[in-house]
């Protein structure tokens, strides 16, 4: 095992643009599955190694520009791309910004789930959740039929008021 690790670390080759890219697209593809709080935890150490990048090129180009101020050195060597970097900075914060605008979602939405619909309703794979205060399923449907003949209502008051409204757009002498 040992002896495999070996060879193939000098045997290895640095990847290339194109494997790297591939990688990272698999990363991507991995991290959209994940909860939303593990993605912003993922993508802190990144931040944070993004933001030292931009400060090291900044101080870079800040002591760059100030040699050639100063007439020591003059504009042999281009300097490196502030504005690239600070990008890659801004597209991880908003990232970061999804992230916990998608887990607030997520926390209002079980919050809502939980004061809309408060009681379990058992499953038959699940008897161990069996709890004193879960509905039995006739009570469940009851109340998923009750919600949705409210739904119906509020459906229907919206149509009736949509239809007061486009009749008093119309001109007095048409009548449908």
């Known amino acids: 095992m040992a002896a495999q690790q070996q060879h193939q670390g000098v045997g290895a080759v640095p990847p290339t643009g ?4 591939a990688s990272i697209q698999q990363q991507l593809s991995q991290q959209q599955d994940v ?3 593990q993605r912003f935890k993922m993508l ?3 931040l944070k190694e ?3 990048f931009v400060m090291r090129i900044a101080s870079s180009n800040l ?11 003059t504009n042999d060597l281009p300097a490196q791309r502030f504005d690239k970097s600070l990008e890659e900075f801004y597209a991880l914060c908003d990232q970061l910004e999804l992230c916990l605008r998608l887990a607030y979602e ?8 939980a004061k809309h619909s408060p009681n379990l309703v058992p499953t038959a794979t699940k008897p161990d959740t069996v709890q004193n205060e879960s509905l039995s399923y006739s009570q469940y449907l009851g109340m998923i039929k009750s919600q949705i ?3 119906k209502d509020i459906h229907n008051a919206l149509l009736e008021c949509s239809k007061k409204i486009a009749g008093k757009g119309q001109p007095q002498g048409i009548m449908q």
């Open 63 to 73: 002591g760059h520009n100030m040699a050639i101020d100063n007439g020591t050195k």
């Open 149 to 151: 003949s409210c739904a």
């Open 50 to 52: 993004s933001l030292q």
């Open 106 to 113: 997520c926390l209002s939405q079980s919050i809502d789930s």
């Open 18 to 21: 194109m494997q790297q890219a």
């Open 35 to 37: 909860d939303p709080v």
């Open 44 to 46: 802190i150490p990144q």
